[in-house]
């Protein structure tokens, strides 16, 4: 038995504790915004918070997994707000795959920095990998989101 603290309610799981948290939210909890992209925590498709700070699920055990557990599904606040509008303003989504996690780590690097520089986005989102290749949108609607904050 796991159990698990997500988006504010404790979750009892029969699982294996050795399975992988992304698949426990995707497949035990029904929580399918996180996404599996490679499985070795290089792309930032299954990024979730855990205590507010960005994590890979994909290579945390289920069984290792404490403290609060956020997923795209209920993340929310001033800085998640501005970081969702920024991204539907700006229409940065394309094929929208990756887009959970880089919205999920850009909420993370502007909880720590509301006025990054290019250079702060580009060393913060490094390893989301976005495969249509919107990096120059993703950038645009994180400066956005910081000049709302």
Same mark, same amino acid.
């Given at each position: 038995?796991?159990?698990?603290?997500?988006?504010?309610?404790?979750?009892?799981?029969?699982?294996?504790?050795?399975?992988?948290?992304?698949?426990?939210?995707?497949?035990?909890? +029904?929580?399918? +915004?996180? #996404?599996?992209?490679?499985?070795? %925590? &290089?792309?930032? @498709?299954?990024?979730?918070? $855990?205590?507010? /700070? %960005? =994590?890979?699920? *994909?290579? $945390?055990? %289920? +069984?290792? =997994? #404490?403290?609060?557990?956020?997923?795209?599904?209920?993340?929310? +606040? #001033?800085? =998640?707000? %501005?970081?969702? @509008? @920024?991204?539907?303003?700006?229409?940065?989504?394309? *094929?929208?795959? *990756?887009?959970?996690?880089?919205?999920?780590? =850009?909420?993370?690097? &502007?909880?720590?920095?509301?006025?990054?520089?290019?250079?702060? $986005?580009? &060393?913060?989102? /490094?390893?989301? $990998?976005?495969? *249509?290749?919107?990096?120059?949108?993703?950038?645009?609607?994180?400066? /956005?989101? @910081?000049?709302?904050?």
């Amino acid at each position: 038995m796991v159990t698990l603290n997500v988006n504010g309610r404790s979750v009892d799981l029969d699982i294996d504790p050795k399975m992988p948290l992304l698949w426990a939210l995707r497949d035990f909890i +029904g929580l399918t +915004g996180t #996404k599996y992209g490679c499985g070795r %925590a &290089l792309c930032g @498709a299954c990024t979730v918070h $855990i205590d507010g /700070e %960005a =994590a890979r699920s *994909c290579s $945390i055990m %289920a +069984g290792d =997994a #404490k403290g609060q557990i956020t997923t795209i599904e209920a993340v929310s +606040g #001033k800085v =998640a707000d %501005a970081v969702k @509008a @920024a991204w539907q303003r700006l229409n940065v989504v394309q *094929c929208g795959y *990756c887009q959970s996690g880089q919205i999920m780590a =850009a909420i993370t690097l &502007l909880s720590s920095n509301n006025k990054p520089s290019d250079q702060d $986005i580009d &060393l913060s989102m /490094e390893g989301n $990998i976005c495969r *249509c290749g919107t990096y120059v949108r993703i950038r645009a609607a994180i400066h /956005e989101a @910081a000049s709302k904050l």
